[in-house]
Every structure is written in structure tokens, then in C-alpha cells.
T-cell receptor, first 117, second 115 residues
Framework: GAGVSQSPSNKVTEKGKDVELRCDPI?????LYWYRQSLGQGLEFLIY????????KSGLPSDRFSAERTGGSVSTLTIQRTQQEDSAVYLC???????????????FGPGTRLLVL | AQSVTQLGSHVSVSEGALVLLRCNYS??????LFWYVQYPNQGLQLLLK??????LVKGINGFEAEFKKSETSFHLTKPSAHMSDAAEYFC?????????????FGTGTRLQVTL
């Protein structure tokens, strides 16, 4: 079946502009994660959605970052007033249900490569 | 808090040689451990995972890893490297924040395979 898809694959923006990154999880997956991959920081957890529960935003680096998930499926990560240090690859992942399961595999999308000039 | 340490940011092996990528973890509870591979300009692909049971885990592309609790290690091996194995490899541990189940990654090891 189809995997996790993300769009756009590449985004170049000017400092101070807002950007929106989109993630389409695997159909039927209730959990959705955003991670950021940047030089010097490795892979960092940003935010987690599980069904209709309140999202876990503990990884968001600042209040310029926000995310929403509409209808329990598609998610949008928004970065307001972008800064050069926001340049990174933003990865989305989904999984079936991490709660009450002995195993969990997160399936990753190809990422959105963001460059802030 | 749980963490992962990958020793060696770059590893170079000859084609046909043994591949050994090191991963040590820190966890206050029994860990669930994962190895992911990332090819250039692509997302992460699961190689293998350890949850419970057999400590020697076999994955895709001929890779395997052994969970050693006494050494808090989960090293990744492959008997014979192939050029197509050149990629970046990430070890990860599953951790919880409240009800969340996020992955905490190591800093990655870039594998180079030479002729």
C-alpha cells in the first residue's frame, strides 16, 4: 500500500516568511509524529498526535512552530517567521497505535527539505 | 530519560568485509530498540527492531543486531558489505512522554563501502 507522503519535497523561503509542510500518513494509522533532522542536532522529536487526544507538543523548539491534524489524518506543520536555523529536513512518521501494543514501528515519509535564506 | 549513543560518525569498510555499527543505550525500563537506514535524499527505513524475546534480531538486507542487556548494547552487523549498503544508519530507543511514544535517535553513523 501507499506509504507516508510529504509535500513539498523541497521548500526555499526567505527569512521571516511563514511556511506550511504537509504530511499524509498511511491509511488507518492513528498515530502521527513530526521530527526534524538538522546538521549538528541529529533527529529531534517535535510533536505527536494520537487519535483525538491532545497532541504532545513537548518537542516544539519555539512558539513559532505549530501543527494540526485535521480529521485524524492529514497533518500540517506550520513555521511562522522562519529563521535560518529552521533550515532542516522535516520528517513525518505514522504508526498504527503505540498504546497497549508490545511492538511499534514508525513508518517515515521522505521528508521536506526546508532552506531559509 | 532514555538515550542512545552511536560510536563513530563515519565507518568505512571494503566490499565483502564485515560491517559493525555500534549502539549503546541508556534506559531505566526495558527498552525497545530500533535500527533505521537512510539513503541519500530519502526518508528512514526500518532495518530491524528488538522488543522482547529472542535477543538476536534479523532484519532486511542481511543485517542483524544482538541485544545485550549486560552491555546495554544493540550493535548492528552484516557479514559481508555490499556497495548498496552505503547509507546513514540510526539507532533509536522508544521512550515515553506522558502517553506519547516517541523515538529517541542516536546521532547516526555514515557507512562508506569501498571497492
Amino acid at each position: 500500500g501507499a506509504g507516508v507522503s510529504q509535500s513539498p519535497s523541497n521548500k526555499v523561503t526567505e527569512k521571516g516568511k511563514d511556511v506550511e509542510l504537509r504530511c499524509d500518513p498511511i491509511s488507518g494509522h492513528t498515530a502521527l509524529y513530526w521530527y526534524r533532522q538538522s546538521l549538528g542536532q541529529g533527529l529531534e522529536f517535535l510533536i505527536y498526535f494520537q487519535g483525538n487526544s491532545a497532541p504532545d507538543k513537548s518537542g516544539l523548539p519555539s512558539d513559532r512552530f505549530s501543527a494540526e491534524r485535521t480529521g485524524g489524518s492529514v497533518s500540517t506543520l506550520t513555521i511562522q517567521r522562519t529563521q535560518q536555523e529552521d533550515s532542516a529536513v522535516y520528517l513525518c512518521a505514522s504508526s498504527r497505535d503505540p498504546r497497549g501494543r508490545r511492538e511499534e514501528t514508525q513508518y517515515f515519509g521522505p521528508g521536506t527539505r526546508l532552506l531559509v535564506l | 530519560a532514555q538515550s542512545v549513543t552511536q560510536l563513530g560518525s563515519h565507518v568505512s569498510v571494503s566490499e565483502g568485509a564485515l560491517v559493525l555499527l555500534r549502539c549503546n543505550y541508556s534506559s531505566s525500563v526495558p527498552p525497545y530498540l530500533f535500527w533505521y537506514v537512510q539513503y541519500p535524499n530519502q526518508g528512514l527505513q526500518l532495518l530491524l527492531k528488538y522488543t522482547t524475546g529472542a535477543t538476536l534480531v534479523k532484519g532486511i538486507n542481511g543485517f542483524e543486531a544482538e541485544f545485550k542487556k549486560s552491555e546495554t548494547s544493540f550493535h548492528l552487523t552484516k557479514p559481508s558489505a555490499h556497495m548498496s549498503d552505503a547509507a546513514e544508519y540510526f539507532c533509536a530507543v522508544r521512550s515515553y512522554t506522558g502517553t506519547a511514544s516517541k523515538l529517541t535517535f542516536g546521532t547516526g553513523t555514515r557507512l562508506q563501502v569501498t571497492l
